[in-house]
């Protein structure tokens, strides 16, 4: 089905359906943040499930979380250069 003929589908759809249709999109897509965010709390140690958290909680510790993995990131580097040691192009920054 191309475009066109879904946006023609889409025309004959009574008000209903089409309000619907928002609905449901508009879950799904509150789901696919909602789940992405679960992973955001499962990868980021200073966020618990157990914990209230909000959107905001969640972007500035992951932003937190970020910022400190690319400072001990550069340690690692500075560390392994004094020591000689060859590191890939692509695990430097």
Avoid: W
Avoid at 6 to 12: C, E, N, S
Avoid at 16 to 33: C, D, L, P
Avoid at 62 to 77: C, E, F, G, H, P
């Amino acid at each position: 089905m191309t475009s066109s003929d879904k946006r023609t589908a889409y025309k004959q759809l009574s008000e209903e359906e089409k309000k619907q249709h928002h609905i449901r999109s508009e879950n799904k897509r509150r789901e696919q943040i909602r789940s992405t965010f679960d992973s955001l709390v499962k990868v980021v140690p200073d966020l618990t499930e157990s914990e209230n958290r909000s959107e905001y909680a969640v972007l500035s510790k992951t932003s937190n979380y970020i910022r400190q993995l690319r400072v001990d990131n550069q340690r690692l580097l500075q560390i392994a250069k004094e020591r000689g040691i060859e590191v890939p192009d692509d695990l430097k920054e």
